[in-house]
């Protein structure tokens, strides 16, 4: 494995918007990627004194969109429970539940990482669909909201790794 250093990759947004649900499309370029964890932030609702807590239920789901001819590997499901304050920033790690190990996304080939939690998070939003090309990946939002294309993904922690 060639590069086994944590990379952070943080969504630049154009304006905050708040959602249960949302996700991002990942085109996978040279070389596989480790999946460490993603960074999310809860919702500050309105009605209550600052410093509240709530009980977030979180589930991710990544799936391989496989090309034509290729068998897709089976989603992974992270499920995430745990007391949260609110309009603070957080992590999921992205571990397998049977072996514990982080989540690969293989080189050429294309996923879907979606959100969906119990309790509103802040996202980020765009105002187009494809937002970045970045030298590991291509991301795309998957979600709508308002017309705008937001996912509450704020930050990917992932590792390349050279399978050659």
């Not at 001819?69 to 745990?82: G, L, R, S």
Request: proline share 4%; net charge positive.
């Amino acid at each position: 494995v060639a590069n086994r250093r944590v990379k952070t990759y943080t969504q630049k947004d154009i304006f905050n918007i708040y959602s249960v649900q949302g996700g991002i499309e990942l085109t996978i370029k040279g070389l596989d990627i480790e999946l460490c964890d993603v960074e999310c932030k809860t919702y500050k609702y309105s009605d209550t004194a600052g410093g509240q807590t709530r009980e977030y239920m979180i589930t991710m789901k990544i799936s391989h969109v496989p090309d034509h001819n290729v068998d897709p590997e089976p989603p992974v499901w992270i499920t995430f429970v745990k007391k949260l304050e609110e309009d603070k920033d957080f992590a999921i790690p992205l571990k397998h539940k049977l072996t514990g190990s982080n989540v690969v996304l293989k080189a050429n080939n294309k996923y879907t990482i979606t959100v969906d939690s119990n309790h509103r998070m802040w996202g980020v939003g765009h105002n187009s669909a494809g937002c970045s090309d970045q030298p590991s990946f291509h991301l795309k939002f998957l979600s709508r909201y308002h017309g705008k294309y937001c996912s509450p993904i704020k930050r990917l922690h992932y590792k390349e790794r050279d399978t050659q």
